[in-house]
């Protein structure tokens, strides 16, 4: 979905998105008490960091800050 991470409900089919900010999120995981969405975030097709979704809060943050390009 563009580089965020959504969810969507099975009953109604109706689409929420979680994440969205400047890096493209993919490859998300659920935690598996399901509070937790881990996933990647790249930004700028250089650096490819993980961050973690908290479903209690909606709240996004950065897990690692790796500043290490890969090209």
Avoid: C, F
């Avoid at 969507?8 to 598996?32: F, I, Q």
């Amino acid at each position: 979905m563009q580089g965020s991470i959504w969810e969507v409900d099975p009953d109604t089919g109706n689409a929420y998105e979680l994440t969205y900010n400047e890096a493209y999120h993919s490859s998300p995981d659920w935690s598996p008490d399901g509070r937790w969405i881990i996933y990647t975030a790249d930004y700028d097709h250089q650096r490819i960091q993980l961050e973690i979704y908290d479903t209690q809060t909606g709240e996004s943050k950065k897990l690692t800050d790796d500043q290490a390009d890969l090209y």
